[in-house]
């Protein structure tokens, strides 16, 4: 899943073919406000920005997905000094591309960002979590339990991501609300329980007694830890 935001209609839809065609969904968004929106409602794998918006300079459109979203972030801009690349980096970045560019290149560069974001994905660094039947594979997006795949949303995969990368521990829940759907929802907790209880209806062997995500009552969540 890649998110372009980008207020150029031209790039928007050369961007939505090539990266299409290369296998990837593709969603684009013309405004800083539009692309915030979708990375709290899409959950993209990476995030192509432009850094001149309508609405927003997309540095600080980085800075404020950084202050409560993982997803990789790939600048592209006319501005190529140094200076510029910089702050973009400090500002969240994880890698930055000068127009004109190649589609080829931007392909690679996404590539090369999920895999180093896959290798960072579980809780100790690796691309796949298993607890008891439980098996997520973060480099295929994939979820099976009994070796068998299960279908999730794209919020109910982000929502089991977010807690694998902290399993063992309690997650509180104004932490998942902020990582997921950003800081205004920070006191939207029915938000949680709903996707909560649907995560545990196909993964849960009896959903009615959790035994892979545990309630701690008053406080959040937390998810088995992997088996040794």
Do not use: C
């Given at each position: 899943?890649?998110l372009?935001i980008?207020?150029?209609p031209?790039?928007?839809r050369?961007?939505?073919v090539g990266l299409?065609?290369?296998?990837f969904r ?8 539009e ?7 899409w ?9 001149t918006?309508p ?5 600080e ?8 979203s993982?997803?990789p972030?790939?600048?592209l ?5 140094e ?17 004109p560019?190649s589609?080829?290149e931007?392909i690679a560069?996404i590539r090369?960002?999920l895999?180093?974001?896959?290798q960072g994905?579980?809780a ?5 979590f298993t607890?008891?039947?439980?098996m997520i594979?973060?480099?295929?997006r994939?979820?099976?339990?009994n070796d068998?795949?299960v279908h ?5 995969y982000a929502l089991?991501?977010?807690l694998a990368q902290h399993?063992g521990?309690v997650?509180?829940?104004g932490s998942?609300?902020?990582a997921l ?7 939207e907790?029915?938000?949680l ?6 995560l ?8 009615s007694?959790?035994?892979l995500i ?5 406080v959040g969540y937390?998810?088995?830890?992997r088996e040794s």
């Amino acid at each position: 899943r890649v998110l372009v935001i980008d207020d150029e209609p031209e790039i928007g839809r050369a961007l939505r073919v090539g990266l299409t065609a290369a296998g990837f969904r593709v969603e684009v968004a013309p405004t800083a406000a539009e692309g915030k929106r979708q990375v709290a409602e899409w959950h993209p794998d990476v995030v192509v920005l432009d850094l001149t918006l309508p609405d927003a300079d997309g540095l600080e459109v980085g800075r404020e997905l950084r202050a409560w979203s993982r997803v990789p972030i790939i600048v592209l801009s006319v501005r190529e000094g140094e200076a510029d690349k910089v702050t973009a980096l400090e500002h969240g970045a994880d890698d930055y591309l000068t127009k004109p560019f190649s589609i080829a290149e931007l392909i690679a560069r996404i590539r090369v960002t999920l895999r180093h974001a896959a290798q960072g994905a579980g809780a100790s660094g690796e691309a796949v979590f298993t607890s008891g039947a439980l098996m997520i594979d973060f480099t295929r997006r994939e979820v099976k339990v009994n070796d068998k795949l299960v279908h999730l949303t794209p919020t109910e995969y982000a929502l089991l991501k977010y807690l694998a990368q902290h399993a063992g521990k309690v997650v509180t829940h104004g932490s998942i609300l902020r990582a997921l759907w950003g800081p205004g929802y920070q006191g939207e907790a029915h938000y949680l329980r709903v996707y909560i209880n649907q995560l545990r209806q196909k993964i849960e062997a009896d959903p009615s007694r959790p035994a892979l995500i545990v309630t701690e009552p008053g406080v959040g969540y937390r998810l088995r830890e992997r088996e040794s």
